[in-house]
């Protein structure tokens, strides 16, 4: 098995600044890319920012200069820093990560359970 823990999720105002943490778990030989996806209400769920391995990364555009991805890879873990918070980013913040269980193995995608970011006065 293999699980996803996402933490930093909260309420801030707009402005502000919050970083999501998400470590993955269980029996996992390697993972390729990991990334950050959002949900906000009657919407659908949309991808935030993605990272490869070696480092490489894709933001959407409405988060970009605002939202840095990176990972530790030694320690399964992603890491979303996001600055400049918006009303419109409040959503449920999914972690995915596409793990690779035994040499050779295919890669699956894994979801983490979701962290709520809310941005409010």
């Known amino acids: 098995q293999v699980h996803l823990v996402e933490s930093g999720g909260g309420l801030v105002q707009p402005g502000g600044s919050l970083r999501l943490s998400c470590a993955a778990s269980g029996s996992i030989f390697s993972i390729n890319d990991m990334g950050w996806y959002r949900q906000a209400p009657g919407k659908q769920r949309e991808l935030v920012a993605t990272?490869?391995?070696?480092?490489?990364?894709n933001y959407a555009d409405s988060v970009k200069g605002r939202f840095t991805i990176s990972r530790d890879n030694a320690k399964n873990t992603v890491f979303l820093q996001m600055n400049s918070l918006k009303p419109e980013d409040t959503a449920v913040y999914y972690c995915n990560a596409q793990v690779v269980r035994t040499w050779l193995g295919t890669p699956y995608d894994y979801w983490g359970q979701g962290t709520q970011v809310t941005v409010s006065s």
């Open positions: 990272i490869t391995r070696g480092g490489s990364t």
